[in-house]
């Protein structure tokens, strides 16, 4: 706040000259007071304090008494008289005229005492200002009182007694009004906190901050809630604490959320173990057997040990998968995000492509720079895998062909991945990236897409599947381009 916004405003309205001219000069004197131009219009001037005497309180009656109900806060009048008509006024103002006397503060004799003056003024101002700080705490106590966004409320005395809790703080407990007031919060500990934890909120509230952390309550009927509580001091006129408020947001739920994903993610870790070394192991052993058993089978034994391999070639991929999903949902809550050089991952994964499928045509046509980057994770990989294996294993051509282009926009890169297959029907492609469909009578995992789907939505980006032509599918992906002044 500027010097000139903290300085006092008073307005005179004083008629003969000689005393106009003297309270202006003292007004302007003092550095702590602003004079106020008496020929703005009473009901509309902003002043802290007016001095007026008797010849414009009669004319200024209406306005005086207009701007004296205005506001809920005090605003001091000072009438000056005639030291020899001192007794006579006041008699007259409370037997003829009692609504303006009801709207001095105070009265001063003329010839002013310009200490009196100072003195008189200090006190009404001080009276004013108390006045606003009342007016303010009212305010914000009312506020509080009317918050109803799900946020429970409670308001304590300085020794923490409770006066008041609002509808939302008796559902969140499970106690009434009636059986809150006169109690302390500590009628809600679950003895899931030490002493040591109330006693420092307590010393911070008392000490006049602010304190906020996650608490565990217990309600009236035994069970536990979380909420995420603020407490605050409130002060009175004399500054000192008179009162505490909280405001409570229960996260129950929340919490549960987050204790389910913890195990779940415990158990994905679990699972993505035994998939990467147990079964990948045992499988790949499999695959060994039937590979060497191969080199002397004929005729139907040699059908059979194809279906063997191929069915544990699925079920490797499917490992794959599921460790790749696995770390995706067991990792971090908000996974950590960087700029990767598109174009590399695409050509490592089409190279691995090309060499996982001897019997298609893999090409990837791009011009991207090696700078241009997206925002991804080392997870960026499994996207284009698993849309180019898709490609591939739902083809029902003689020769599958996957082509890959790019495209770069102002903000985006989008990727399409095209086959020349059965293409996917109307019906399916709305639900084609969800957990577990499999569609076109394929012979895949179910996962891969799934898998798709999450991982782009990671990346803040899109997928979806249109129409090749003449025949097959389209399936593009578009993600946000990181701009060129972004630090690797």
Known sequence: MSGEAAKSRILPLVSESGNRRILREWIEGKPRYQ??????????????????????????????????????????????????????????????????????D?????????????????????????????????????????????????????????????????????????????????????????????????????????????????RKNGEQYVVVQTVAPIRGLNGEIERFVAINH?????????????????????????????????????LGWAESLEETATGEEEEKLERIRSAGQRAVELTRVARDIAEAISGEEEPELHPV?????????????????????IELHSSLDSKVRVRANQMLSSVFRNLINNAVKHNDAAEPEVIITTEERTDSIVVRVADNGPGVPAELKERMFGEGERGL????????????????????????IDDNDPRGSVFTVELPKVPDSVDQ
């Open 35 to 104: 004079l106020v131009d008496a020929g703005k219009a009473v009901h509309s001037a902003d002043f802290d304090i007016c001095i007026f005497d008797v010849e414009n309180l009669t004319d200024e009656r209406e306005a005086l008494r207009e701007r004296k109900s205005r506001k809920s806060v005090m605003l001091p009048y000072i009438l000056l008289v005639p030291e020899n008509r001192a007794q006579s006024v006041r008699d007259q103002l409370r037997s003829q005229h009692p609504k303006l006397w009801e709207i001095i």
């Open 106 to 218: 105070a009265i001063l004799e003329i010839p002013l005492s310009k200490l009196q003056l100072d003195d008189r003024i200090e006190t009404l101002l001080r009276l004013r200002r108390q006045s606003i700080a009342y007016q303010k705490q009212r305010s914000q106590l009312k506020a509080l009182r009317s918050v109803d966004s799900g946020h429970g409320v409670v308001i304590t005395d300085a020794d923490g007694t409770i006066e008041y809790v609002n509808e939302v703080y008796q559902q969140q407990s499970g106690y009434s009004q009636d059986e809150l007031v006169g109690e302390t919060p500590g009628i809600l500990k679950s003895g899931e906190h030490g002493d040591a934890f109330y006693e420092g909120l307590w010393s911070t509230i008392t000490d006049g901050k602010v304190w906020q952390g996650e608490v565990i309550n217990e």
């Open 250 to 286: 229960e996260i129950t739920e929340l919490k549960e959320m987050e204790q389910a994903f913890r195990e779940q993610s415990e158990e994905l870790e679990l699972l993505n173990r035994i998939l990467r070394h147990d079964v990948r192991n045992d499988l790949n052993i499999i």
């Open 341 to 361: 050089p598109l174009d590399d991952v695409l050509t490592t994964e089409v190279k691995n492509r090309t060499a996982a499928f001897d019997d298609a045509a």
């Open 441 to 464: 009578d394929s012979q895949g995992t179910g996962m891969g897409l799934y898998l798709v789907q999450s991982l782009v939505d990671t990346y803040g980006g899109a997928v979806w």
